[in-house]
C-alpha cells in the first residue's frame, strides 16, 4: 500500500528536521549565550511575579488596616437603650432604664416619649374615673 502524506505535515516534519539539525551543529559560545539569555528571561518572569504578589499583599494589608479602624471606632462608640425592666425591690413596679452597653460614655443625651408615660397612680385614677388624675 503506497501511503502519501499531505504536503502540510511534509512541511512540519521538514521545519522539525531542520531545527534539529540545527540544534545539533551549534557551537558551544551559542549554547552559552542560550542559556545566559534564557536565565535573564526567567529572572525578569521572577521580579514581576514578585511584584503583582508584593502589590496585592500591600492592598490586602492597607485594606485589612483599614477595617481594624473601622471596628476600633465602632467599638469606641456609646451604646445608648432604653428599655423597661422590673424593679428588684417591688416586681409590681416597672422601671423606664437608660443604660450604656458601650465602652465610652455618652455625653448629651437626649430621650423623648411620645405619647407621654403615664404613672400607676394615673393609670388607677383613669381606668376608675375615667378621666386623668388633677394633681
Known sequence: M???LPRWVRSIGSWFGDAWDWLLHVRADAWAATAGWATAAIALGTVVVAGI???KQVRAALDQADE???TREEQAQPNVTIFMDHNPADWDFLELVIKNFGATPAHNVRVMISPKT???MDVICFR????GCAA
Open 128 to 131: 376608675c374615673t375615667g378621666i
Open 2 to 4: 503506497n501511503f502519501a
Open 68 to 70: 481594624a479602624r473601622k
Open 53 to 55: 504578589y508584593v502589590r
Open 118 to 120: 403615664m404613672s400607676h
